[in-house]
């Protein structure tokens, strides 16, 4: 009876060990099931934004052509033949010498002569600015000193 129970005892453990083995198995699969519809997830996610990414970058050239013929057409209503033609449209008419009404003003004189008026007085008094000669040895020699001053004063 002790034989049985030994070839019982070893004929378990292989079973075991196969069974492990196949347990390590199904688990390794079932993490790369795991990991494989993680990164699916993700690149099916990535292809939805760049497909909505590339529908708003159609949207926005659409736009920007629409912009344009706008522009193009507003630029069309501005010119100078539609315009004299909008304003005869609504009663104007081009001025003649009889509809031009000129008015003299005592004491003033087209022929003066021109001169030039500060327009700011303020500004004529400021001093000029100082001008800027520092150079990077000026700057370094004074910056030493103090430091040199620096370290007598600890000692003093």
């Known amino acids: 009876m002790s034989q049985a129970w030994i070839q019982h005892t070893f004929s378990r453990k292989r079973f075991r060990t196969r069974n492990q083995a196949t347990a390590l198995a199904i688990l390794g699969v079932a993490i790369l ?3 494989g519809s993680l990164y699916l997830s993700q690149v099916a996610s990535f292809a939805i934004t ?13 736009l920007k052509r629409q912009n344009e013929g ?3 057409e507003i630029a069309s209503y501005r010119t100078v033949p539609r315009l004299f033609a909008r304003a005869e449209a609504i009663g104007f008419r081009p001025a ?5 009404d000129y008015i003299l003003i005592d004491g003033y004189n087209p022929n ?7 327009t700011n007085d303020v500004a004529a008094a400021a001093p000029p ?12 020699e004074r910056h030493f000193a103090l430091l040199r001053d620096q370290f007598q004063s600890f000692g003093a």
Do not use: C, M, S
Not at 50 to 62: A, H, V, Y
Not at 129 to 140: C, K
């Open 129 to 140: 600015a100082p001008v800027y000669d520092e150079t990077f040895g000026g700057w370094l």
């Open 50 to 62: 760049n497909r909505q990414i590339e529908e708003l970058i159609k949207q926005r050239d659409e």
């Open 112 to 118: 003066r002569d021109r001169i030039a008026v500060a």
């Open 33 to 35: 099931l795991i990991l």
């Open 70 to 72: 706008l522009i193009g």
């Open 96 to 100: 003649t010498n009889a509809d031009i």
